[in-house]
């Protein structure tokens, strides 16, 4: 399940991945997503991570195709987990693609990293 967190605001989007996450539940949350980027032309997107997988291959697959196609239109991304190996995988991945890792305990930094709102 995805679900848009209650905090979200103008180009600053939060997401909740929790349960199993379904095609459906892409089909459901892209097209806010392309109306915020259509509107702001970049966002900034925090990802809660609880405990998600996806239901099937092609939930994956149109989840990741929707990133890869829209990475151009991210400013910053922060990843929030609750695992050491989330925050391993994170570091990993933000070598690539520039998302940063927050621990659960520590989400409002989060939210004020991707507001641009630093210590």
């Not at 509107?39 to 990133?67: C, H, M, N, P, Q």
């Not at 990843?79 to 925050?87: F, L, P, Q």
């Not at 890792?101 to 520590?106: C, E």
């Amino acid at each position: 399940m995805l679900k848009i967190l209650e905090r979200s605001h103008g180009n600053f989007i939060g997401i909740e991945a929790s349960g199993e996450i379904s095609e459906n539940d892409i089909s459901e949350i892209t097209p806010q997503l392309d109306e915020l980027i259509e509107r702001y032309g970049k966002i900034s997107w925090l990802f809660v991570i609880k405990t998600g997988r996806y239901e099937t291959v092609r939930a994956f697959y149109e989840d990741i195709s929707w990133l890869l196609r829209n990475l151009k239109h991210f400013d910053r991304m922060a990843i929030v987990g609750e695992t050491k190996a989330e925050e391993l995988l994170v570091k990993a991945d933000g070598l690539l693609f520039g998302e940063k890792y927050f621990d659960i305990s520590a989400i409002d930094e989060a939210w004020k990293y991707i507001e641009g709102i630093e210590n």
